[in-house]
């Protein structure tokens, strides 16, 4: 009978499992749902009990070599399996890791007090801390805690000397193959979930430090995790949804993520063994180690991955590059159908702990779908430690077939300010992108504050900290209900300039995120202070009386110690090296010309007018926002690696900046000129929007005037003026670009650009040899104005070749020069070469090419380089420059305009405005000579310019030459507000002046005044009247402002009426 029940039941059981197969078709079509959805919903079961069998075979497997190990090992080895796929513990491979039986004896048996101790520790505080966070929370508890029975095995140990005597580094190679079962449960919800089994594999770091010589010997230990262990968790209840294929991936990241934030560098775990332990805030948050530079130069012979018509065609990829020093990651811009990409990207990370970080970089093809890898390669920094520069070629890994060029620098931290000078100087001649070089780190020790005010309510805050310095920004974990907050906490920071940056530092309660004070320091503080460091309470501005900020600010130099350049970069894969000799020889051996790759001379400039903005958003509010006020706006402009910064408009929601910024721009894509505006505040400043322009339209369209709307904010558009300006070979364009410049150029800007030169340094020959020393590791230092750059510096030869290009814009070509020195890496000069630009005007396209000799070393010292210069010829600059202004001497070439384009809006028209070129002859009624004039309203500026060019034939008063000088009255005021006077010209009838002045006057008026120029020489010796050459009236009415033309105008005497 028994047996009947039980074959009933058995029938039952089954049938009931049919039933529930056809289940899901019965829903999908009461709920309307079609045949799509059924299989969808298959397919997601398929996958889930896929991985969740792969999971559980997996655990099966690890705990049956972790029960077994050394046989397992044996066998491997025996068979020659495992090894080649890296399965083998470490003491296996590496000679100098031991194993640690006798630790995993003692772990097994104190594995099931850990269990208790990590069950009180959920129930007594992880539960309550989670009921507390949330309301829907309330419920929540932990309805079973059991680490099981397979404790946690090392599986083997590496010791290292610690970078001081009181230090003992140790390196565990840690695996927990468990069968824990952790159960939750959230009864308002009737939600269970929980974790059945883990799998955690990763080298745990454990600094025993400081050694005391007292019991207990060790002060303190501290944990970390190198770099992020592999984590695999099977799920449980209605966490099992985790194990569907893409769901299971983002959540292990998840919690691997909350594990690097408290176990991977930068973060440690300190356990102090020894109460009140000084140097506790010193452990947890050591200074770095260093930073390393690593310059992303390019890559060769990738895998082609995409792939067209099934796999029948065979395109290239669009390769990018992710590196990666621990929890810092960076990704490089994607490169288009390149199989050989060249980035020129520079990086920089902080390090940590050496040895034992590693540098990652994995290329991938980009994809609309999935990126496919194109290979990885690891690198220990110790080894960049060892090297200070290190540059190769380095295969890629993991299927990868090409190889990876990297320069790696490793920047010491240095405590003294006297090296701030020579890393700036140095940084300037690295064309670093995204981001300028830094030059110095700055770490932020928050450790707590005090008095912090109270809420309205009378409440305790729940206070946050936020450190900014420029657009980082860093936020700290909130305390909750205190008015005296411990965070003990640190934070790190790049610098470009610290002399000229500020760290703001504001305290906030969360999660409304109302202010609760501020403080504001300047970098240049540090650079006086001992030790580069101040530590002090810091009173918090807009808080209590007695409210206040414990920090510790520290700056730390990031000083290069090896010879600039390095050394030759290597040669790409599949060609043959240039060693730096290979020119030596007869001198009819070597090149007559130099040899720029096809990229050199193609630069453009791109000239970027920042103009104004209108219907900003306002960010000023008093009394707790009752009361809105204005901004105060100022614009951050990027573009190619550079970065300007606007003045700032105070109190103003349309504001006009008319500023001009210029950069040198090449046409490689993917490149953008980017606008993010700000209002400048005493703490922090408040984003007011951004927007952008590709510069690759820029250089096709050549032009762009625009109002660009403001991006992620809700009102606000900027008015910007983009120009791309190639050069041209022609000095006939010069004095026209000159001219028309000094009339554009903006009240509060620099000097614009007229011109670019291109400079190719190719090698040198017969540089000097001392006798008995061996040749000279030579460098060449190119220096325009304040303007200087560096080549490589070259492994020792008296024939180095460098091979490489540099640009440098040029404001006045007539008197500027290129001044170019030869050294050896200890700075002793090797030769000399001064190339005057005024040599290059004079030469055939503006260009020469071939050798010059080195002065002041040895005899026969040569230098091959390509010099070419190309004016900057603007046809949008609003200038007609002297399109009506006097003839030229007959003698004089032809005026060549180009004529006004589309739009109605006028272009330069190319006419000269040469000071030097001779007037035509004076008539009889004009003996006192002549004054060149240029007069001009500037539309953009709102305001009257006229330039004093120069005067001719003026008539002496007495026997000696006079000093004369050129006074301007903007009519009918003659107050001071209205006059202008040029500088004194010593001892000449026909001074050059060139002078700019300006009149902030509305185009109406100027039409209504008068402008008179006298032209005096200072008094004589022991006379008090100035001698008077000259004076002109002029009636601007008749004359036309917006011509900007160049004319000369006969002087008449001071007594004669207007």
């Known amino acids: 009978m028994e047996r009947r029940g039980a074959a009933a039941a058995a029938a039952l059981g089954a049938l009931g499992r049919r039933l529930l197969w056809a289940l899901p078709a019965y829903a999908a079509g009461l709920l309307g749902l079609g045949a799509g959805a059924v299989l969808l919903a298959l397919a997601l079961y398929a996958g889930w009990r896929r991985r969740r069998r792969a999971r559980e075979r997996g655990l099966r497997l690890a705990a049956r070599l972790q029960r077994d190990e050394e046989a397992a090992v044996r066998a491997a080895a025996a068979a020659g399996l495992g090894a080649a796929r890296g399965e083998l513990p470490a003491w296996v491979t590496f000679p100098d890791v031991e194993r640690a039986e006798w630790l995993n004896k003692v772990l097994a048996q104190a594995w099931p007090f850990f269990g208790r101790y990590m069950e009180k520790v959920l129930l007594e505080k992880v539960a309550p801390a989670v009921r507390a966070s949330n309301s829907h929370l309330q419920t929540f508890a932990f309805t079973r805690v059991d680490l099981g029975e397979k404790p946690l095995r090392v599986l083997g140990v590496r010791s290292h000397p610690g970078t001081h005597q009181q230090q003992i580094l140790l390196d565990l190679n840690i695996s927990y193959v468990g069968d824990v079962q952790i159960d939750v449960e959230v009864k ?46 099977n799920w449980t209840g209605m966490t099992n949804l985790l194990d569907i294929p893409g769901l299971s991936s983002v959540s292990d990241t998840m919690i691997m993520d909350a594990i690097a934030s408290y176990l991977v560098l930068p973060n440690r775990l300190l ?30 012979d990738l895998q082609s991955k995409d792939r067209f018509m099934r796999g029948l065609v065979e395109g290239k990829s669009d390769p990018y590059a992710v590196l990666r020093v621990g929890t810092q990651v960076v990704t490089s811009r994607v490169i288009d159908d390149n199989l050989n990409p060249v980035w020129d990207e520079v990086y920089e990370f902080i390090v940590h702990e050496v040895p034992g970080q590693e540098i990652e970089v994995e290329l991938f093809d980009k994809d609309p779908d999935q990126d496919d890898l194109l290979g990885r390669m690891k690198l220990d920094l110790g080894e960049v430690l060892k090297a200070r520069v290190l540059e190769e070629w380095f295969q890629l890994q993991d299927g990868g077939r090409g190889r990876l060029h990297l320069r790696l620098e490793w920047l010491t931290l240095m405590s003294d300010a006297s090296k ?95 202010s609760l004070g501020s403080v504001s320091v300047q970098l240049a503080r540090l650079l006086q202070a001992p030790g580069l460091a101040l530590r002090q309470p810091f009173p918090l501005e807009r808080a209590g009386p007695r409210s206040r900020l414990h920090l510790t600010l520290l700056l730390r130099v990031l000083f290069l110690d090896a010879p600039e350049g390095g050394g030759p970069p290597p040669a790409p894969p599949g060609q043959l090296e240039l060693q730096p000799g290979a020119a030596a020889g007869p001198s009819a051996d070597r090149p007559s ?7 050199f001379g193609t630069e453009h400039v791109l000239r970027i007018h920042l103009l104004e903005a209108e219907d900003l958003v306002a960010k000023d509010t008093f009394l707790k926002g009752m009361v809105r006020g204005k901004s105060d706006p100022y614009a951050k402009v990027r573009v190619a690696g550079r970065t300007f ?40 400043d408040d984003f007011l929007g951004r927007c952008k322009v590709p510069l690759r339209r820029v250089l096709s369209s050549r032009f762009v005037d625009e109002w660009l709307p403001l991006e992620e904010v809700k009102s606000g558009r900027l008015h910007v003026r983009l120009e791309s300006l190639a050069p041209s070979p022609s000095a006939a364009l010069l004095e026209q670009v000159l001219h028309a410049n000094s009339l554009a150029r903006p009240a509060r800007g620099e000097e614009l650009s007229a011109a670019l030169l291109s400079v190719f340094v190719d090698r040198a020959a017969d540089l000097p040899v001392r006798k008995g020393s061996k040749p000279p590791a030579a460098f060449a230092s190119l220096a325009v104005r304040d303007v200087s750059v560096k080549t490589k510096t070259c492994t020792p030869s008296s024939e180095p070749v460098w091979a490489e290009g540099f640009s440098f814009l040029i404001k006045r070509p007539h008197v500027e020069s290129l001044e170019l020195q030869v050294k050896d890496e200890g700075g002793q000069p090797l030769g000399a070469l001064s190339l005057p630009l005024p040599q290059l005007l004079a030469s ?69 405005a040469d000071s030097r070129a001779e007037p035509p002859e004076a008539p009889p009624e004009a003996p006192l000579g002549r004054l060149q004039l240029t007069l001009w309203y500037h539309a953009d500026e709102r305001k009257l310019v006229a330039v004093v060019h120069a005067c001719r034939k003026l008539r002496p008063v007495s026997k000696d030459l006079p000093d004369p000088y050129v006074s301007l009255v903007l009519l009918p005021d003659r107050s001071r507000a209205s006059k202008r006077k040029t500088g004194v010209q010593r001892k000449t009838l026909n001074p050059d002046f060139n002078e700019r002045f300006e009149w902030d006057v509305s185009p109406e008026e100027a039409a209504r005044r008068k402008l008179e120029a006298h032209v005096k020489s200072p008094a004589a010796f022991m006379s008090r009247e100035k001698e008077a050459l000259g004076k002109l009236h002029l009636d601007l009415a008749q004359v036309d402002l917006s011509e900007g033309g160049a004319h000369w105008y006969e002087l008449r005497d001071e007594r004669s009426s207007p």
């Not at 979930?193 to 050694?211: C, D, N, S, T, W």
């Not at 102090?272 to 060769?300: C, F, I, K, T, W």
């Not at 010292?861 to 002297?882: D, E, F, K, P, Y």
Request: hydrophobic content about 40%; charged content about 25%; glycine content about 8%.
């Open 593 to 599: 010309k130099a040899s720029p790759d096809p990229q």
């Open 844 to 912: 055939e396209a503006l260009a020469l090419d071939g050798w010059f000799p080195l002065a002041g070393g040895g005899p026969g010292g040569q230098l091959l380089l390509r010099a070419q210069l190309g004016v900057l010829v603007s046809q949008h600059s609003g200038v007609a420059a002297g399109g009506g202004g006097d003839p030229e001497p007959q003698d004089a070439e032809p005026r060549r305009e180009e004529e006004s384009g589309g739009g109605g809006q006028l272009r330069q028209r190319l006419a000269p």
């Open 645 to 684: 910064r606007s003045r700032v408009v105070k109190e103003e929601l349309s504001p006009r900046w008319n500023e001009v910024y210029e950069v040198v721009v090449d046409s490689v894509p993917g490149q953008d000129v980017e606008f993010d505006l700000f209002d400048k505040d005493i703490d922090k």
């Open 188 to 233: 308002k919800f009737f939600c269970k979930a929980g974790v059945k089994g883990m799998q955690l594999h990763g080298m745990l770091r454990i600094i025993l430090e400081p050694l005391l010589g007292d019991v207990p010997i060790v002060g303190a230990l501290t944990m970390f995790f190198i770099r992020r262990p592999t984590l695999d968790i």
């Open 271 to 300: 356990v102090p063994l020894v109460p009140d332990l000084p140097e506790a805030a010193q452990l947890r948050y050591p200074l770095p180690r260093g930073v390393v530079r690593v310059h992303l130069r390019a890559a060769r």
């Open 420 to 514: 701030l000078d020579e890393v700036l100087q140095r940084n300037r001649s690295i064309a670093a992108k995204p981001d300028p070089p830094s030059a110095a780190i700055l770490v932020v020790y928050l450790d707590r504050a005090e008095e912090l005010p109270l809420k309205k309510s009378g409440k305790e805050p729940n206070p946050m900290v936020q450190v900014s310095v420029q657009d980082v920004t860093r936020e700290s974990k909130v305390v909750y209900n205190s008015a005296s907050p411990v965070w003990e906490d640190a934070f790190r920071f790049f610098l470009h300039d610290p002399a000229h940056q500020d760290v703001d530092i504001q305290v906030k309660d969360d999660p409304r995120q109302s």
